[in-house]
């Protein structure tokens, strides 16, 4: 991947538009200068599913959709007054499958991105409105997978998984007031306070959430990145869902629901990335508790996914770990990015509120071509195994994913 459609990678998540070097069309007008970017992608995907995943339905979905990173176009503006860069972004994200097969699908226009900015490179930017959240936005923006399909595919909407789940936890759009240092030789730190959100119970809004990080880049023929993060939100109760648990003697035992008293969810990570002639090495863990996610939608059915969205969901104060490594080499002359990564998610319930431990690995193999310096051929292979569904002891399922499409940047 060259160093333009690199640069776009970033622009396409962080801020469509924001530089005019990953912008389409670059618009004066009057003091201010007006940005408009994006991209398009599809992916035929072809999803295998087995164990508890298959439902006794057909076991196999085939779909055009888009991959993890929705098509989208934003629209920017910067200006400097009165000694302050000021700028804005809005961007509108969308998928490109139908979802239930006609015209009416079930895709819709999602603006991700609505913030401003102000500051100046002696002092910071703050940033207010909706964007990527801070903590875990490394992981996701190191991820091959960004340009690709990753795991989820073929439960339709505007996006995929990617690696998110499975060695990372999502870092999400959300409302936020932040504040990023300027860059001393390669250091700088971010801080946040982020709007709240529930655990699936507690819907009173009442605390904050916080955010942060620390990182260290540096350039050169070994360039790289380490980062430090961390997250905390509190919650003020939460009742959990019932549950199952299957017996040995394959009898199922219900699990009425309850309730727990309030607690905190908090979280930190840490990950490095370092590229050297065409290699590149990515590594990164993540560790805390009451920060399980969100259910998401495979092939086949429905498994709860920890760490799948920062959705809180009402298990209680869970334990949550995970990370991910992963290698990729640029062949020279031809320009074809090969990757391959390993990751993992575990989830273990608060006392009392499940059975057993819920994990999500996968292992994603790629080849990322630059047909153009704005256009990506991609072929990817994804295996993903759950275990213990829904925290029910032996409720395994598998994912076998085959995708190939293309993503044009504009």
Known sequence: MNKKLGLAVAGAVMAFGASAA?????????????DIGGNVNAYYTHTKVSGDLDTGAENKTNTVQTGLLPSALGIGGKTRQNDLDIAFQFTFFTGSDSGSGTSLGNNSLNIRQAYLTFGDKSWGTIKAGRDLGIFASDAILSDMTLLGVGVGAGAGGSSTL??????????????????VSPNWNGFSFAAGVREPWTNGSDTTKKDMGFEGKVSYEWTGDYA??????????????????????????????????????????RGWDIGGKVSVAGFGLVGYYYDGKGL??????????????????????????????????????????????????YGVSKSDPASGQGVAEFENKSW????????????????EYTDNKLENMGYVANQDGKAKTVSLGAILFF
């Open 364 to 379: 994603i193999v790629g080849a990322y071509h630059p047909l153009t310096k704005s256009l990506n051929l991609v072929a």
């Open 292 to 341: 399980s996610g969100s259910t998401t939608t495979l092939a086949g059915g429905t498994a709860l996914i920890p760490n799948g969205a920062l959705f809180f969901s009402n298990v209680g104060k869970s334990d949550d770990k995970g990370g991910y490594v992963q290698a990729t080499y640029v062949i020279p002359g031809v320009g074809t990015k090969l990757g391959a990564s």
């Open 224 to 265: 790289g990145k380490i980062w430090l993060g961390g997250i905390s939100q509190k919650h003020q109760s939460g009742t959990t869902a019932a549950s199952a648990t299957l017996n040995a003697d394959g009898t199922v035992t219900l699990n009425p629901a309850s309730d727990f008293d309030g607690y905190t969810s």
């Open 22 to 34: 990953n912008a389409a069309i670059t618009i004066p007008a009057g003091d201010w200068t007006i």
């Open 162 to 179: 990617g690696r998110i789940g499975s060695g990372y936890m999502y870092a999400d759009w959300v409302g936020q007031i932040s504040y």
